[in-house]
């Protein structure tokens, strides 16, 4: 069974500080990637998707994929109590086209941005 | 507006009852995914189809059941035969061209 992990939780950080969120994954086949916020009760939303090697950025948001190591990561600049959520990591089989596969997300990291 | 419609948003289950979770789209997508959420865990893939009257098993399709009859519509049962169906269930969907999975608001499932 292809498996997602991530960085166990629960994550605290200070107000303005840089919260860092790491994700493996076992298919090295894998081919899309992608972060979602989710809040208590609520369904995920997209923040971030990225197909190549390197670092994409998006706001105070950056992903970083490293494909030969099979890792990818979430770097939140200037953290916000905002920003408190549950961060979940998905790994697509595909990267569009004509569909994305089997789309597998990891347990989730708890991610709390103290004042 | 565009977005993914799930219903009902709470349902209450007698134990040994069927039920169907309906997921509706507008979005134009051709893929649609079910997963299964259990307290303080990730998102579990139950089923998946990328075409019309076409769907994959994902990690966990034991006592669920599936049809996608239009491609802006796929709806779940939950059978008698899923032993712990307690759980928050999401519907989504994916554009092939854009890449973003959709989620609908979630069913929350309980049986009593």
């Known amino acids: 069974q292809k498996e997602v992990e991530q960085n166990s939780g629960p994550l605290s950080v200070p107000e303005g500080a840089i919260a860092s969120l790491n994700c493996t994954y076992s298919d090295r086949g894998s081919q899309s990637f992608f972060w979602y916020r989710q809040y208590s009760g609520k369904s995920p939303e997209l923040i971030m998707s990225i197909y190549s090697n390197g670092d994409k950025e998006d706001g105070r948001f950056t992903a970083q994929l490293n494909k030969a190591s099979q890792y990818v990561s979430l770097l939140i600049r200037d953290s916000q109590p905002s920003d408190s959520a549950t961060y979940l990591c998905?790994?697509?089989?595909?990267?569009?086209?004509?569909?994305?596969?089997?789309?597998?997300f990891g347990q989730g990291t708890i991610l709390t941005v103290h004042p | 507006d565009g977005g993914i419609t799930q219903s009902p948003k709470y349902l209450f289950r007698k134990e040994g009852q069927n039920v169907t979770l309906s997921c509706e789209q507008n979005?134009?997508?051709?893929?649609m995914y079910w997963y299964r959420q259990d307290p303080g865990q990730g998102l579990r893939l139950i089923y998946y189809?990328?075409?019309?009257?076409?769907?994959q098993k994902g990690d966990i399709a034991e006592g669920y059941s599936v049809s996608r009859e239009k491609k802006e519509s796929f709806p779940l049962t939950v059978t008698s035969a899923q032993k712990n169906p307690t759980a928050f269930y999401l519907c989504a969907s994916i554009g092939a061209l854009t890449g973003e999975l959709f989620f609908g608001e979630g069913s929350r499932l309980t049986v009593l």
């Open positions: 998905a790994v697509g089989e595909r990267a569009g086209g004509t569909s994305y596969g089997k789309l597998t």
């Open positions: 979005l134009n997508h051709d893929a």
């Open positions: 189809s990328q075409i019309v009257n076409d769907f």
